[in-house]
């Protein structure tokens, strides 16, 4: 290439465009003129250069690197770029490199790039693994916990591929409840694992839990023993697809374990066959047993969900309610009655009534009975009619008739009430009823006659 045509103006805006910086030094190393492509580089003092030794502008390890720049070399030989720091007057340092070359009269040209940029993507990539190899031991810690969790759960739990229903991961609960811990239940079609008989019953449980994205449940039996299970899957998603997340448990998981002869054992059956609520806590509070009712209060799966938490998580006061009770119970004494909201698991709000008492046997143990309030008031549809409420036109008799005869008559309407709810609740046995409203059995006939629910033949005989 022939640049003889290539005046110094031309060939100093060159040196300006492929280069940072340009320095054309004596044959001393002293620097006659200095060429600035960057204004980064201006803002190191460049001009400030001129005059002054090459090495004498460079860091203290630099120094060497410069001497070497300045021999002369072979022109054959190719060239060498070396890295050169010069100190900032901020107090830093900016890294340049330079190569020279040899000019006519001994003079040499130092020809240089800024690192600056380059130094500043370098920083950036290593803040930038950093942050990668933080987020993959974060992510490791975490799958480490899952590990954990997963196996040392007490309930089995299973992984399931959704486009082809095989097993992912198994935990111990699943190998425990199978019974079939010398297979690998890894790899197997899920449905293998469930009686003939139950494979409609699981196979719509996955495709509602696939329509819905909710929890959905399930009863099936086992294909090895012919265990009875109850199922709840739910979808999630992962990077591979979508996955269902399986947990099984047995139907008398929430039974409590007793002697299965004699008084305590029939007691243990009766109270899980009880039509409300019955669950056990310790005297802080924590729950250690549930039937079958409170957990469908609760709206559990499995007693697994709620055994261990503290009873006053599940009630809609909290702290507030608990203190009530354990206040009273503290000094045995019994809490009949108690009206107030429990919260499900599905987070709603049910409307409750709250007996407990305090067993000192064989632990002391608090029992709790819990009522569905909605269910107790929607088992009684003809209320209306069997309390009326005969008070709202009260005031509208103020002033037609003397205080004296509505109370009277007010009187009348509220006993002609409570004795035939008695009546009712004690299915018309007349001692009964007596007993309950707190009256003799003549006492009663004289109401029940004069309210002309009893006729005046009606024998005595057949008043009981």
């Not at 630099?62 to 070399?73: A, F, G, R, T, W």
């Not at 499995?302 to 809609?316: C, G, H, R, T, Y």
Request: charged share 25%; hydrophobic share 40%; aromatic share 6%.
């Amino acid at each position: 290439m022939n640049l003889t045509d290539l005046d110094e103006t031309a060939f100093s805006t060159l040196l300006g465009v492929v280069s940072d910086v340009s320095l054309t030094l004596s044959e001393q190393g002293v620097i006659e003129e200095v060429s600035t492509g960057q204004e980064t580089m201006a803002a190191l003092g460049t001009q400030g250069w001129l005059g002054k030794r090459w090495t004498d502008i460079v860091t203290v390890e630099s120094k060497q690197k410069i001497q070497d720049l300045l021999v002369n070399e072979d022109s054959d030989k190719a060239l060498t770029w070396r890295h050169v720091n010069h100190p900032t007057p901020s107090g830093g340092e900016a890294a340049i490199q330079y190569i020279t070359v040899p000019l006519k009269g001994g003079k040499r040209l130092a020809v240089g790039r800024n690192l600056e940029r380059l130094a500043e993507l370098q920083r950036r990539l290593v803040e930038t693994q950093q942050s990668v190899e933080r987020d993959y031991l974060r992510l490791r810690h975490i799958e480490a916990r899952y590990r954990v969790l997963f196996e040392s759960s007490p309930e089995a739990v299973l992984m399931v591929d959704l486009k082809s229903n095989r097993i992912l991961e198994a935990n111990m609960g699943v190998q425990t409840l199978f019974k079939d811990a010398s297979k690998r239940l890894v790899g197997r079609d899920f449905r293998e694992c469930f009686d003939p008989s139950s494979l409609g019953d699981v196979e719509s449980l996955l495709r509602t839990a696939l329509s819905t994205g909710r929890i959905e449940m399930c009863g099936a039996k086992l294909a090895s023993n012919q265990s009875t299970l109850t199922l709840s899957a739910i979808v999630f998603r992962q990077e591979g697809g979508a996955q269902f997340l399986i947990r099984l448990n047995r139907l008398e998981s929430a039974s409590v374990a007793v002697d299965s002869h004699g008084p305590a054992a029939i007691l243990s059956s009766a109270m899980e066959s009880f039509p409300d609520g019955w669950l056990l806590t310790d005297t802080g509070g924590t729950i250690k047993s549930i039937n079958d009712e409170g957990m469908a209060l609760f709206g559990l799966t499995a007693a697994s969900q709620v055994i261990d938490q503290p009873l006053e998580k599940w009630l809609f006061r909290g702290a507030v309610d608990w203190g009530v009770f354990n206040t009273s119970l503290k000094q045995h004494l019994p809490v009949r009655n108690f009206a107030t909201e429990i919260r499900t698991l599905s987070g709603m709000t049910l409307p409750v009534e709250v007996s407990a008492v305090y067993m000192a046997k064989p632990e002391p143990l608090y029992a709790f009975f819990v009522r569905d309030m909605d269910r107790r008031l929607q088992a009684s549809p003809n209320n209306s009619e069997v309390f009326p409420t005969p008070f709202a036109e009260l005031s509208q008799l103020v002033g037609r008739r003397p205080i004296k005869d509505i109370v009277g008559e007010t009187v009348d309407t509220i006993e002609r009430m409570c004795i035939e709810a008695a009546l009712e609740l004690t299915h018309n046995n007349r001692a009964s009823a007596a007993e309950m409203l707190g009256l003799s059995r003549q006492s009663l006939y004289v109401k029940l006659r004069r309210f002309g629910i009893l006729s005046e033949t009606d024998s005595d005989s057949t008043l009981a």
